[in-house]
């Protein structure tokens, strides 16, 4: 008896709790393993940040440099800017630590957001796991900024642009913008001396627990539907099979978190990421050509670049400038019909029953079309956030550029849409393997499954 | 060095009492889960590997103290947790129990239990449910948010759209370089440009910056009320875009054929392209009102001098915001 065991169940009575998450079932799949890689990054991104907080300054009080960087020796700079780059030459493994936390909240956003078309693509969002689904949704959306807040304290010349274009953006929003504005930062850009420190509580404390909280939830909730699975013999509504927690499943997983923090220590080690000394500190007057945020910002820079220049207004008066468009109307649809999809489906398909069999992708050429149209617009908004880079690389001009992308906009979704929709009715025609029904028999299939 | 020669003792022991483990003399009893697979190698195997993780451990130590750089702190730790992942990995799928285990799904439908919810919910809320107790609930909650939420007002200037309108450029206010030297006329020649500030303000304000370019005075284009505007063919605007409150500094100005389009200043950002002859008008990108221009007049000593205010609000817009 291990001694452990005794004192809790005598205590709490646990031993039955403790069997049955010993127990815990996991199915065996690579695809169920991208929400573990978003969870162990997390982990990695606590860590590193924990030792970042140690060593910065959010203050904005102004500075002389005097450290080891000779290029800015003498340069007048923030206090912020000024400890990040002590953090990067003076702290021993401070520069480790800041690159590996860069690296790990890209690799976090990137888990995240493959997870999700995992999810979308195999209709695992479904109900009973709906409400799960939209937990993961506002996950992805309290990381993007969380990401964006987090690079933006540095108070070096790319932050500072990019809390410029923010302000521009929270200033857009129809009736309320220039006071949304000048409440968060605490007056006109860029703003009072406390903007800072409210940057920074929210990213070391308010998002962190608010992510923490919902990363709770969501583990919560998938523990008590149990993950699903791909329609396999002897796997039916209404079992789950795999392999248990104890002991294989957690040696495996604690190996995948233990993979996914080597991978982000090489790449920390390996692979210089946001160099802030090359840009600079910050001034208001100040900007730079070929600036390019963090790859998960970047479609909200494409969408900014590719409306058309116009404002809403009567008369003289503006009534909604244009960055509201592409800054807080296209990522807002984006997310609205995420959200809105489980609701959607289950309307248009009249599907109200509970799913425990995961849909492969060309089982619901529809859905799985719809997926991909949408992947496909991000993605052209979210290259020609890097238009400006393409031409250096292609010589292709902007402006041709601009109507290249816009008239893409229209044609490519569509285009996606109908072949991804040709290629799953062309694959479900021609099983290379039959999916088995609940009885392993093909034949008992029910068409409306096949959706 | 007894430090070293008491943790390998540990390594040792710790090995030892893996592979103890995993042999089968302990007396037969009654399984609860499947024994675990014979493999010696695998064994071996996870033990090497968790001793080279502690070895790569070890070398980052080594590596912080001896001050070794970035890329080998990174390595070693890398190779650490690599190291340590593919034990625990090995581990996992060669010397512990495997098993494809089945769970049986409950059903989620209690209809009992939901009845019986409903009806304690119900029959406990009987006293609450009145319709002056709800409405009374509902202003106390209404208040008690309202007054929590009023605090927040104190974050910034609340209702005050002049903030934005204003600025610190008048009449007579010289420019100013970042170095907080006067700027003379006859340092920015045709074709080039610099930022400039009002004297004595405090540089950093958004409606602060301004760009001065030169071009021909032939060249100018400027709407008849603005005639004066730019001395010698020196103009000066804000330096912040009306789009999203980057900074203007791209100042294109084609000194070869074609000399078309006219000259233009553009923002790095999301490339709004503004027609630097003609009074700021937008001439291509997202921005959706002019970029407004300062006056400029050159004083008895050559030094450069606004002549009056913008021609507009400075910064992106707003709801509420003149276009011209």
């Known amino acids: 008896m291990i001694p452990g065991v005794k004192g809790v169940d005598e205590r709490y009575g646990a031993a039955p709790f403790l069997t049955k998450t010993l127990r815990y079932v996991f199915p065996d799949h690579w695809s169920f393993l991208l929400g573990e890689i978003a969870l162990y990054s997390f982990v990695v991104l606590v860590g590193t940040g924990i030792y970042l907080t140690l060593f910065f300054e959010p203050s904005l009080a102004e500075t002389t440099y005097r450290g080891s960087y000779a290029p800015l020796h003498g340069f007048e700079m923030t206090e912020a800017y000024a400890s990040a780059l002590k953090l990067s030459f003076d702290v021993d493994a401070g520069l480790l630590m800041r690159q590996v936390h860069h690296w790990a909240a890209n690799v976090f956003v990137v888990a995240i ?144 978190g233990l993979a996914v923090a080597a991978a982000i ?40 670049r590719l409306v058309p220049g116009f404002d809403v207004t009567i008369g003289d008066y503006t009534l909604i400038p244009n960055p509201f468009w592409g800054g807080v109307l296209f990522p807002g649809l984006v997310f609205a019909f995420l959200y809105a999809y489980p609701w959607l489906e289950r309307r248009l398909r009249g599907d109200r029953d509970r799913h425990h069999l995961l849909d492969r992708p060309r089982d619901a050429p529809v859905r799985t079309a719809t997926g991909m149209a949408l992947l496909s617009l991000i993605a052209l908004v979210l290259f020609f956030g890097a238009a400006d880079r393409l031409y250096v690389q292609s010589g292709l001009p902007y402006d041709s550029q601009l109507w290249i992308f816009r008239g893409l906009l229209v044609v490519l979704p569509i285009a996606v849409f109908l072949l991804t929709r040709k290629v799953c009715l062309e694959l479900r025609a021609n099983e290379l393997r039959p999916v088995l029904g609940e009885t392993g028999d093909p034949s008992t299939r029910k068409p409306e499954e096949a959706g | 060095m007894s430090v070293l020669r008491a943790a390998w003792r540990w390594i040792v022991a710790f090995g030892a009492l893996l592979i103890g483990r995993s042999g089968g003399r302990r007396p037969a009893r009654v399984r609860t889960i499947p024994p675990p697979p014979e493999s010696p190698a695998g064994t071996r195997a996870v033990i090497a590997l968790l001793l080279l993780a502690a070895l790569a451990f070890a070398g980052f130590g080594a590596g912080y103290l001896l001050d070794l750089g970035n890329t080998f702190l990174g390595c070693s730790l890398a190779l650490g947790f690599g190291f340590a992942a593919a034990a625990a990995i090995t581990a996992g799928k060669l010397i512990v129990p495997q098993e494809e285990i089945e769970e049986e799904l409950g059903s989620h439908e209690h209809v009992d239990a939901r009845a019986e919810v409903t009806a304690m919910v119900r029959e406990g809320g009987e006293g609450m449910t009145r319709r002056g107790v709800i409405v009374a609930a509902g202003c106390a909650g209404c208040a008690a948010a309202a007054a929590l939420a009023l605090p927040a007002a104190s974050l910034g200037p609340l209702l005050d759209e002049n903030i934005l309108r204003r600025s610190p450029w008048r009449s007579g206010r010289r420019l100013v370089d970042s170095k907080g030297e006067p700027i003379a006329a006859d340092e920015i020649v045709v074709g080039t440009f610099l930022s400039a500030f009002p004297e004595g303000a405090d540089p950093e304000r958004l409606d602060s ?94 030094l450069l001098v606004a002549a009056g205010g913008y021609s507009g609000p400075p910064g992106p817009s707003w709801d509420g915001v003149r276009q011209s």
Request: net charge neutral; hydrophobic share 45%; proline share 9%.
């Open chain 1, 113 to 256: 957001v493959l997870h999700l078309l995992r999810i979308f693509f195999t209709g695992a969002f479904r109900k009973p796991r709906d409400i799960t689904y939209y937990v993961g949704l506002t996950l992805l959306m309290v990381a993007l900024l969380e990401g964006f807040i987090g690079y933006s304290l540095l108070d070096d010349l790319l932050s500072g642009m990019g809390l410029a274009i923010a302000y521009g953006v929270a200033e857009s929003v129809p009736v309320i913008g220039a006071n949304l504005a000048l409440l968060l930062w605490g007056g006109e850009y860029p703003g009072a001396d406390a903007f800072i420190s409210r940057l920074y509580i929210a990213h070391v404390l308010l998002l962190p627990v608010l992510i923490g909280t919902l990363i709770a939830i969501h583990l919560l909730l998938v523990s008590l539907t149990k993950h699903g699975q791909f329609r396999e013999r002897g796997k039916t509504e209404r079992n789950v099979t795999g392999t248990p927690m104890w002991p294989a499943y957690a040696l495996r997983s604690i190996g995948l």
């Open chain 1, 265 to 304: 220590f090489a790449l920390g080690g390996l692979i210089q990421i946001n160099p802030i000394w090359l840009w600079g500190p910050f001034e208001t007057g100040l900007s730079t050509n070929g600036a390019q945020p963090d790859w998960y910002m970047g479609w909200l820079i494409g969408a900014l």
């Open chain 2, 209 to 302: 910056p301004v760009i001065v370019a030169r071009v021909r005075p032939e060249e100018l284009r400027l709407p008849p009320e603005r005639s004066g505007w730019a001395p010698e063919g020196l103009l000066a605007y804000s330096k912040i875009c009306t789009h999203a409150a980057c900074a203007i500094s791209l100042f294109d100005y084609p000194t070869f054929p074609p000399t078309q389009p006219a000259p233009r200043l553009v923002c790095p950002c999301h490339y709004s392209v503004f027609d630097a002859v003609g009074g700021g008008d937008v001439l291509a990108g997202p921005a959706g009102r002019p970029l407004p221009q300062l006056p400029l007049r050159i004083d008895a000593a050559g």
